[in-house]
């Protein structure tokens, strides 16, 4: 305690002090800011958010998500609104209906389903610049954050770079954070894929929560101290 208490440059109630004429009088107490560490995130997801596949919900990264950040002493909630099959096409036209609450962050994961469809880059980052600028607009108080996406290598070397670069380019142009690839780490391993080989299994979300988490923890941080 007095270790941390020098360290913090703080001093706890029993520290007492001696004036010029020898009195001892108790130290004033330094108090420090609180960490806002509560509010609500909302992930927007494909497939891979809402957990596809898994046979326990409770096992999607969202969810795992949430106990660390339980066990970091955050009071938030995570909201999964991950959907199978979404383009960032039908994220786009989704995604007023998904801001009716308020949020304190958001985090986007979209695009994974049109990299694998190969669809046009430009109408990608289109999508994403508009789902951005939307949030941005609904809660101007919000944190956002897109995360990184790749589109599968047979496409070519031309779209794939076009593609990955795409997030990047919103990201800096918009003022947010970008988030690590997803699937970093998890992508083309069998042990950590559900049979379709795109999919997480339980121990591939877990891979990819913890990807994710030093992002997620810095965006709540963010949030608390106003940048």
């Avoid at 985090?107 to 469809?117: M, Q, Y």
């Amino acid at each position: 305690m007095v270790v941390l208490a020098i360290a913090c440059g703080t001093a706890t109630k029993d520290t007492v002090r001696t004036d010029s004429a020898g009195a001892r009088e108790p130290a004033p107490e330094v108090s420090t800011p609180a960490r806002v560490r509560k509010g609500t995130v909302l992930l927007v997801g494909t497939s891979l958010t809402a957990g596809y596949g898994l046979d326990n919900p409770d096992d999607a990264y969202p969810s795992v998500l949430q106990r660390m950040a339980d066990s970091a002493g955050y009071s938030i909630a995570i909201q999964n609104a991950g959907l199978s099959g979404e383009t960032s096409a039908g994220a786009l036209r989704r995604i007023d209906w998904l801001l009716r609450d308020d949020y304190t962050a958001v985090v986007i994961e979209t695009g994974a389903n049109d990299g694998l469809r190969g669809l046009d880059v430009d109408s990608t980052r289109g999508n994403l610049r508009a789902i951005v600028r939307r949030v941005k607009s609904e809660l101007p108080n919000a944190r956002v954050a897109l995360v990184q996406m790749e589109a599968p290598p047979n496409l070519g070397a031309r779209y794939t770079t076009a593609f990955r670069e795409s997030f990047g380019q919103v990201a800096r142009e918009e003022g947010i954070t970008l988030f690590p690839f997803l699937l970093d780490g998890v992508g083309g391993v069998a042990g950590l894929n559900q049979r379709d080989g795109i999919h997480p299994n339980a121990e591939g979300a877990q891979r990819v929560a913890r990807n994710l988490w030093p992002a997620l923890e810095a965006l709540l941080e963010g949030t608390a101290a106003g940048r």
